[in-house]
């Protein structure tokens, strides 16, 4: 399996990211376990936006596509093709996506701040397995040489701009999928009476077309009669 690079990424943004098996494992494990801007976009992520909405909105993390790029190659999320995204959205929620919102309810943040999990230290040693896990499937796999450092209160403060501009974003996207919803079941409810006045005046024509073919008869008998 090949390693994604920053320029593939470039051309795929319109593919949809999404955690993988291995990335819902780490959010219910523990996602501290990441360094911190891996953790962070990791736990952004909600497998619903494509690549170029968390790069055109999460300006306060840096190089967004580099994070990504990173969070692929470690087997952390996948892009799905916009077509094939579509089509699991509108077969309804996979087990999968029910059991990842059961994973982030807020419940799982009450014994600690949620500021911990987004900003706290990595564990020694958790991210090199990571790095071993990774390998397994792609040997050639190698994380950044650079060390996370620590986030000041600007950056953070950056960075919770930025989370709160993508929810933003969805929140916009899903209010006017909900308005295309509703014009939708209005056009629906229309068609559903223009069918039905349709049938109705197909049965009014049927009444005059045998209405008329009777009279016709009634008059050809008067007329032999004669």
Known sequence: ????????????????????????????????????????LLLAIDGGQNVSLYTQTLKGFGDVSELLVELINLGMVRLVEPMLAKQQRESGRSDTYRALDSLLDDSRFDSEAAADVFYGST?????????????????????????????????????????????DSVRGERAQLKQQIVKLQRVKQAALRLNKENHKLQNWVYGLGITCALLLACLMLLIFKR
């Not at 090949?2 to 943004?13: A, H, P, V």
């Open 123 to 167: 564990n020694p040693g958790s991210f090199d397995e990571m790095v071993r896990v990774a390998q397994i499937d792609q040997p050639k796999y190698t994380p950044p040489p650079a060390a996370p450092s620590p986030v000041a209160a600007h950056a953070q403060k950056a960075q919770l701009e930025s989370l709160f501009n993508l929810l």
């Open 1 to 40: 399996m090949s390693l994604m690079t920053k320029q593939e990424l470039t051309l795929l943004g319109q593919y949809v990211v999404e955690r993988t098996d291995r990335g819902n494992q780490i959010i219910q494990r523990d996602p501290r376990q990441m360094p911190r801007r891996l953790r962070v």
